[in-house]
């Protein structure tokens, strides 16, 4: 390195300086990026995984399988329950009878990336030297538009040149329903353009740009064909920074447009309406009772049903009369 060399101004060999706020800003997106999703590849996790799902379909635990073959698995006992909550294994929680019984803990739902290092030669740095690099290279927008927490998205394709923007309706929020949407439109292709399906698919998606979500963590399965052919560039916007994407906005909104907003049926609006009476503490009618009776039970009324509350009460009948809510016996203790 030549940071402080006294022969630096008389050297004529090629310098190298050491850069402290790039070597830092690298080691944190290296850190940050190695302890995030499943920190095993593909291949690593598929060498255990037929063999735990077979042992888990004859009635073993985790823990059983796990004992029995100590070198078949490369990580602890909790690490494999948190990748079959994540739904990265064959084995799914219907699977674990114990754990079936258990009540569901609250908190966030286990997301994880499917490639921690999805990020590395994609990003958004990279995505601006790419389009300097090939100028006039039309430019795909891809996002997803979340409706409720945990059920169905739409995945939305913007097709910059043309403004015109794709979308398709998948079951869960994965990497797994992203990636099947583009074996189906590669498969669509093929059915219609035969041999040039590839070239139109090149056409069609020459560079693509994404956010930061868990369900983009597949770029092989995006950028790729069956036969492992790159096809398309995948690159990833700065995190927390979705307005790198231009039409993020336009999105949201079309979406929001051609889509209503879900309403409460009947039968959900009046359970609605039940509880919030239940939390106030007294229905509506003993309400409007309380209010009757604090405007027309005074002493001296000709009212026959005044004549009846100013009458002494006796302790039996106080005993025996039901109190609705807080309100009405302030109400009858006015009188």
């Not at 219907?94 to 258990?102: F, I, N, V």
């Not at 499917?114 to 958004?124: F, L």
């Not at 009948?317 to 009858?332: D, F, L, V």
């Amino acid at each position: 390195m030549c940071n402080g060399c006294r022969d630096e101004p008389r050297c004529v060999l090629r310098k190298k300086y050491y850069q402290h706020d790039a070597a830092q800003k690298n080691y944190r997106e290296v850190l940050v990026q190695t302890r995030t999703g499943a920190n095993y590849s593909e291949a690593e996790i598929a060498a255990f995984d037929a063999t735990l799902h077979e042992l888990l379909l004859k009635g073993q635990s985790v823990h059983a399988a796990m004992t029995n073959n100590p070198g078949l698995f490369p990580m602890c006992e909790k690490t494999v329950y948190r990748y079959i909550a994540g739904g990265l294994l064959s084995s799914k929680n219907h699977h674990l009878p114990e754990k079936m019984k258990l009540k569901p803990r609250k908190g966030r739902s286990v997301e994880h990336k499917v490639d921690a290092t999805c990020r590395i030669g994609r990003t958004y740095e990279d995505y601006q030297r790419f389009l300097a690099e090939h100028p006039g290279t039309p430019v795909v927008e891809m996002d997803t538009v979340e409706g409720v927490k945990g059920g169905k998205v739409l995945l939305t394709l913007h097709f910059m040149p043309q403004d015109f923007m794709l979308a398709f309706l998948l079951e869960r929020k994965c990497a797994a329903a992203v990636t099947a949407v583009f074996a189906r439109i590669r498969g669509l292709l093929r059915k219609a353009y035969g041999e040039k399906a590839e070239e139109m698919f090149m056409r069609l998606f020459p560079v693509i740009l994404t956010d930061n979500g868990t369900e983009f963590t597949d770029p092989a399965g995006i950028e790729n064909d069956e036969q492992g052919r790159a096809q398309t560039s995948l690159f990833y916007c700065d995190a927390c920074q979705s307005w790198q994407k231009r039409t993020w906005n336009a999105t949201t909104s079309c979406c929001a447009r051609c889509c209503p907003r879900a309403r409460p049926t009947p039968s959900r609006r009046a359970s609605t309406d039940s509880r919030r009476s239940r939390s106030r503490g007294c229905s509506r009618t003993s309400t409007a009772t309380c209010a009757s009776r604090s405007a027309t039970g005074r002493r001296g009324s000709s009212s026959p049903r005044a004549s009846v509350r100013s009458a002494p009460r006796s302790s039996a009948w106080s005993k025996s009369r039901p109190t609705t809510c807080a309100s009405s016996r302030r109400c009858w203790a006015s009188k």
